[in-house]
């Protein structure tokens, strides 16, 4: 079995700021682990995701994450929040066995507002 | 490329009737494709899997006679409502995962779909 958490509902930061929204994973076997965004009405855009090669993970639009196992965290960092970061982040585990039926399990989420 | 689409974005419908929401892969086969259900300010709720040509696997306490899974072909699976009630209101959201080498693993998420059931 597998989980995900996002403490924290919501996060505020101000523009140019740093974004860190946290992930801690379990999971019985070696995960894959993504994050997602989610604008209002809209579904997820795939952020960043790590496959078991490198532990830093580059993404989309500046975001990054780093998979540190002894911690089981996947934490999701930003030098510099725009306004246009401000949407649902959401941390999601897998188990790492391609062509298996294998599920995506989400945390329940992170606001993220950019204050100007 | 690994585009997925949902019809329609947004529908109305009255209690007791039924609605079918379509799920496609616009440039890639789809050998399995999830329905997920998301009620406001809430994950993502798995709902069910499928792959083409076979009967869905629902998740525990998903009611498959009430939400029906149909994947017929590579590109298409579709999520019927039946005998919809103001409680299946809520943001139905499709993903697909291609079989081919190089797609592997990766969910592609469709842009969801509100149903107001009124």
């Known amino acids: 079995a597998q989980s995900v958490t996002q403490l924290g509902s919501h996060v505020s930061v101000s523009e140019g700021a740093l974004v860190l929204l946290r992930c801690n994973y379990s999971s019985s076997v070696p995960p894959y682990l993504f994050w997602y965004v989610q604008y209002p009405n809209q579904g997820l855009q795939l952020l960043l995701k790590?496959?078991?090669?490198?532990?830093l993970v580059k993404g989309i639009n500046g975001f990054e994450a780093e998979f540190k196992k002894s911690e089981t965290s996947f934490h999701l960092t930003k030098p510099s929040a725009h306004m246009s970061d401000a949407a649902e982040y959401f941390c999601?585990?897998?188990?790492?066995?391609?062509?298996?039926?294998?599920?995506?399990?989400f945390g329940k989420g992170i606001t993220l507002s950019v204050r100007p | 490329g690994a585009v997925v689409s949902q019809h329609p974005s947004r529908v109305i419908c009255k209690s007791g009737t039924s609605v079918k929401i379509e799920c496609r892969s616009l440039d890639f086969q789809a050998t399995t494709m999830f329905w997920y259900r998301q009620f406001p300010k809430q994950s993502l709720m798995l709902m069910a899997t499928?792959?083409?040509?076979?009967?869905?696997?629902?998740e525990q306490g998903v009611e498959k006679d009430k939400f029906l899974i149909n994947h017929a072909s590579l590109t298409l699976s579709t999520l019927t409502v039946t005998s919809a009630h103001p409680e299946d209101s809520s943001f139905y959201i499709c993903?697909?995962?291609?079989?081919?080498?190089?797609?592997?693993?990766?969910?592609?998420f469709g842009p969801g779909t509100r149903l107001t059931v009124t």
């Open positions: 993903s697909a995962r291609g079989g081919a080498k190089g797609m592997g693993y990766e969910q592609y």
């Open positions: 999601a585990v897998s188990v790492a066995m391609p062509g298996a039926n294998s599920k995506l399990t």
């Open positions: 499928s792959n083409e040509g076979s009967k869905a696997t629902y």
């Open positions: 790590y496959t078991s090669a490198a532990t």
